[in-house]
T-cell receptor, first 113, second 110 residues
Framework: DGGITQSPKYLFRKEGQNVTLSCEQNLNHDAMYWYRQDPGQGLRLIYY???????QKGDIAEGYSVSREKKESFPLTVTSAQKNPTAFYLC????????????FGPGTRLLVL | SQQGEEDPQALSIQEGENATMNCSYKTSINNLQWYRQNSGRGLVHLIL?????REKHSGRLRVTLDTSKKSSSLLITASRAADTASYFCATRGSARQLTFGSGTQLTVLP
């Protein structure tokens, strides 16, 4: 069963804590992306990666970090430097590269305690 | 910054009616895509139209693109209650990233 999985579905963060959101795909896609969605808003790009061991900042990278050690995996860490982390986080991937059709995971909702 | 802006922000229609959503953008594009999002879920790709195309169809969906006006429209014909969702346009420009608009919330009443 091919697709993109994100875990967990819900995540709670305490003050000063770093948390990591998981994103895995078995579509053999080269490019992967992380977006943030606030209520009633569109998606804003946090980071993207076109190939393994390479990634680029998006529009709102401050307070976030990523790694791309494997083609299938693109975890996102929300650091304590991100002062307003409460949002819905979406991971996506695409076959050829940025700007092509993207396939999305089900999302992770991050809440601050 | 958001490249695409959808209009209207919210649309409510009766089942069986057609729904039209519009997207305007600011800079030149390579392609424009429409996505659908059910509440609390990920986005699903609906259709992609390239800058040299004017119209594209997929099932009950019809997309038009007017590059001179920097606008696109998505028409859903014979709407169903299951079409209730948010619809987003996304543009790919010279920066090669996709930039998403803020979406149109469509409600189809049974």
């Amino acid at each position: 069963d091919g697709g993109i999985t994100q875990s967990p579905k819900y995540l709670f963060r305490k003050e000063g804590q770093n948390v990591t959101l998981s994103c895995e795909q078995n579509l053999n896609h080269d490019a992967m992306y992380w977006y943030r969605q606030d209520p009633g808003q569109g998606l804003r790009l946090i980071y993207y990666s076109q190939i393994v061991n390479d990634f680029q900042k998006g529009d709102i990278a401050e307070g976030y970090s990523v790694s791309r050690e494997k083609k299938e995996s693109f975890p996102l860490t929300v650091t304590s430097a991100q002062k307003n982390p409460t949002a819905f986080y979406l991971c996506a991937s695409s076959m050829r590269g940025v700007g092509e059709t993207q396939y999305f995971g089900p999302g992770t909702r991050l809440l601050v305690l | 910054s958001q490249q695409g802006e959808e209009d209207p922000q919210a649309l409510s229609i009766q089942e069986g009616e057609n729904a039209t959503m519009n997207c305007s953008y600011k800079t030149s594009i390579n392609n424009l895509q429409w996505y659908r999002q059910n509440s609390g879920r990920g986005l699903v790709h609906l259709i992609l139209i390239r800058s040299n195309e004017r119209e594209k169809h997929s099932g009950r969906l019809r997309v038009t693109l007017d590059t001179s006006k920097k606008s696109s429209s998505l028409l859903i014909t014979a709407s169903r209650a299951a079409d209730t969702a948010s619809y987003f346009c996304a543009t790919r420009g010279s920066a090669r990233q996709l930039t998403f608009g803020s979406g149109t919330q469509l409600t189809v009443l049974p």
